[in-house]
């Protein structure tokens, strides 16, 4: 599984976003009116769209974890921007401010995740043919491959994987889609990489992978929030040296 990097786009809206193709109305019945349609209240297109905005970029701030802004400031914020007035703070410190306050903001909603992932491994540490690796990683061998070739720092690997949570969501699998990948080693998270080194072409273990061993208190993508605690079934097919 690839590194993701979590980027923050605050000023990208796409209209796609926010509006669904309409059902064609069949010409042989009359269309009927939905008992739970909602009405627009406002009156106009500008107001209409100014909200239906304003309801796009607060829900996208939210999943993002910025429910506590200065609506007061950030209002201001907007408006200079809308009518070309000078910014008040410099572009590079804009990005810096946005970063900390995320890095702060994914850090306390990892510590409750940690400590299930932690849970977790230490009753999965006691089950029978479970290896526990100084580091935490966990695994345990479902196949051993007859080809004694094993990946170095500098191989690419062809893989196929299928990833979920500690819950048993899916959030990544190569299986699923029926193609496996292959990419650098290096460019696989900390546990992958670990355990890829271990393992012989032809091999296939299951992966219990700590957090920071994996994305830490970054989120990636939708599915695996700040924190997790990730489970794989990882199948070495080839190596390429």
């Given at each position: 599984?690839?590194?993701?990097?979590?980027?923050?786009?605050?000023g990208l809206i796409t209209v796609g976003g926010f509006a669904q193709a309409k059902k064609p109305v069949s010409a042989s019945k009359a269309p009927v009116k939905s008992a739970t349609a909602v009405v627009n209240p406002l009156k106009n297109n500008s107001d209409s769209v100014s909200y239906s905005v304003g309801v796009r970029i607060a829900q996208s701030l939210k999943s993002q974890g910025f429910e506590n802004l200065n609506m007061t400031v950030f209002e201001k914020a907007i408006a200079d921007v809308l009518h070309n007035n000078?910014?008040?703070?410099?572009?590079?410190?804009?990005?810096?401010?946005i970063g900390v306050y995320q890095q702060k903001v994914n850090a306390a909603k990892s510590a409750g995740v940690k400590k299930e992932g932690q849970a977790f491994l230490a009753a999965n540490s006691k089950r029978t043919g479970v290896v526990t690796l100084p580091d935490g990683l966990q695994y345990e061998v479902i196949k051993t491959g007859t080809d004694n070739t094993r990946p170095t720092v500098t191989s690419k690997v062809k893989v196929h994987y299928h990833g979920t949570l500690i819950n048993g969501t899916v959030f990544d699998s190569s299986v699923d889609r029926g193609e496996p990948v292959t990419y650098p080693l290096t460019g696989f998270i900390k546990g992958w990489q670990e355990a890829l080194l271990l393992m012989t072409v032809g091999s296939k273990w299951k992966l219990y992978v700590p957090s920071d061993l994996a994305y830490g208190d970054n989120a990636a993508g939708p599915a695996i929030g700040p924190g997790s605690t990730l489970v794989f079934t990882v199948e070495l097919l080839a190596v390429e040296n």
């Open positions: 599984m690839n590194k993701s990097i979590s980027v923050i786009l605050l000078k910014i008040g703070i410099a572009d590079d410190v804009i990005n810096q401010c």
